[in-house]
């Protein structure tokens, strides 16, 4: 699998991760940690790219740190049927999904059930934004139709339980990831030749993201005051 590293925001304008802050002042979760902010997040996030490495081969570039109007991507994949925009999530118990709304069980260390039905912020809110957005450009550039999203599960402790309508073409735990499941969100048949303009597009798109925040530093930014 080849790998790449999009520049962080906070390289491009020396204000890190200011859209967290602007997230967590209006009140709204934020399904992604910055480097530092979630250690149990950034792990997650390792385990899966350590997974994605034993299972995929070099058909596959994995994109890091992409951001654009919607928010953050965890990672993007390009290969041999598409993109898929991937988020983790470090949620644990039995995670259950109705549209957008997510609920989990608790339990404690010894397996016994101390809440039922508790309810959680949407883990996939960022990702579904973020991908469509990256999909209206990747359709006026490439040959991409559709962007698929994943949402993985990282806990060691999680388990999926009623997962209906979650907007997404994978819900599933980071043990459960394999090729064949990946290959089956992905739509897209796109010419391997294709692959590498693909990528650049996605370059070209967050680097265009990285100006205008560049541009607004200091300001509150609107694009993530939709409701």
Not at 19 to 43: S, V
Not at 95 to 114: A, E, M, T
Not at 159 to 167: C, K, Q, S, Y
Request: with cysteine.
């Amino acid at each position: 699998m080849n790998t790449v590293q999009l520049d962080d925001l906070a390289d491009a304008t020396g204000a890190p991760h200011w859209w967290m802050r602007t997230l967590r002042g209006l009140g709204r979760p934020a399904t992604h940690a910055p480097p530092g902010f979630d250690a149990a997040a950034q792990a997650g996030i390792q385990r899966m790219v350590t997974r994605l490495e034993a299972i995929l081969d070099d058909n596959w570039t994995l994109i890091g740190g992409f951001a654009n109007g919607g928010g953050r991507l965890d990672h993007i994949l390009v290969g041999p049927r598409g993109v898929l925009a991937l988020a983790c999530s470090a949620l644990n118990g039995r995670i259950h999904c109705d549209g957008q709304r997510w609920r989990r069980d608790k339990f404690d260390l010894y397996n016994s059930l101390v809440a039922r039905d508790v309810p959680v912020a949407d883990p996939a809110a960022e990702l579904f934004r973020a991908a469509m957005r990256l999909q209206q450009v990747l359709l006026g550039h490439t040959s991409i139709r559709h962007v698929a999203m994943a949402l993985v599960f990282t806990h060691p402790a999680a388990t999926l339980g009623h997962v209906l309508h979650a907007r997404l073409d994978l819900v599933t735990l980071l043990s459960d990831l394999k090729s064949a499941t990946l290959l089956q969100a992905m739509s897209g048949q796109p010419d391997h030749r294709t692959i590498d303009g693909v990528v650049e597009v996605i370059r070209h798109e967050h680097a265009r993201f990285l100006r205008d925040a560049g541009k607004k530093r200091g300001k509150r930014p609107a694009l993530f005051l939709e409701r």
